[in-house]
T-cell receptor, first 115, second 116 residues
Framework: DTGVSQDPRHKITKRGQNVTFRCDPI?????LYWYRQTLGQGPEFLTY????????KSRLLSDRFSAERPKGSFSTLEIQRTEQGDSAMYLC?????????????FGEGSRLTVL | AQSVAQPEDQVNVAEGNPLTVKCTYS??????LFWYVQYPNRGLQFLLK??????LVKGSYGFEAEFNKSQTSFHLKKPSALVSDSALYFC??????????????FGKGTSLLVTP
């Protein structure tokens, strides 16, 4: 096991296109989180899954953003009709015990550049 | 809402000297506090956490943090800095979202530069 994996590492797209990012969590982790990080800022929480259930999505930035975790394993984050303001690093994290006792394990992120 | 503040954008320290990266928190109830480090082109790595118990928490790579309830602070410390400690450091607090669980709220980060 090599930790949380994200793909692609870098995506360049034109404004108006749709993009999708994939996250493979640590295999025994049932909790999965998506964050966004812009330059000079800390990670910003977007959404959270426990197994396949999306338990929190009110923090998604707009209705252009959606996330899925269909079988409780990998997850995808889709951004439709991208805008230049969507340019950021998108981070995925997973955990096995939740935040009562555990911590989050982060992937290296997917950097989005919208031209 | 639970939040943390990192008052310094950058901290400079000479190798071998002690370092401190500051964090203050604003929470209702008992805080669950975390420190993460981000090296260039690497993911965030967990350093340490405070949930309950001893106010001095020891973590990875020789780092420790002191929880101070009266000052609402959770400063990260290391007795002797290494050049390889140069990185971005993030303080975070656990936040409850509706009835569904928790996530981490991060500060904006502090850039630590250790010079030889």
């Amino acid at each position: 096991d090599t930790g949380v994996s994200q793909d692609p590492r870098h995506k360049i797209t034109k404004r108006g296109q749709n993009v999708t990012f994939r996250c493979d969590p640590i295999s025994e982790h049932n909790r999965l989180y998506w964050y966004r990080q812009t330059l000079g800022q800390g990670p910003e929480f977007l959404t959270y899954f426990q197994n396949e259930a999306q338990l929190e999505k009110s923090r998604l930035l707009s209705d252009r953003f959606s996330a899925e975790r269909p079988k409780g394993s990998f997850s995808t984050l889709e951004i439709q009709r991208t805008e230049q303001g969507d340019s950021a690093m998108y981070l995925c994290a997973s955990s096995s015990r939740g935040l009562n006792t555990g911590e989050l394990f982060f992937g290296e992120g997917s950097r989005l550049t919208v031209l | 809402a639970q939040s943390v503040a990192q008052p310094e954008d950058q901290v400079n320290v000479a190798e071998g000297n002690p370092l401190t990266v500051k964090c203050t928190y604003s929470v209702s109830g008992n805080p669950y506090l975390f420190w993460y480090v981000q090296y260039p082109n690497r993911g965030l790595q967990f350093l340490l956490k405070y949930i309950t118990g001893d106010n001095l928490v020891k973590g990875s790579y020789g780092f420790e943090a002191e929880f101070n309830k009266s000052q609402t602070s959770f400063h990260l410390k290391k007795p002797s800095a290494l050049v390889s400690d140069s990185a971005l450091y993030f303080c975070a607090v656990r936040e409850r979202y509706s009835n569904s669980g928790y996530a981490l709220n991060f500060g904006k980060g502090t850039s630590l530069l250790v010079t030889p």
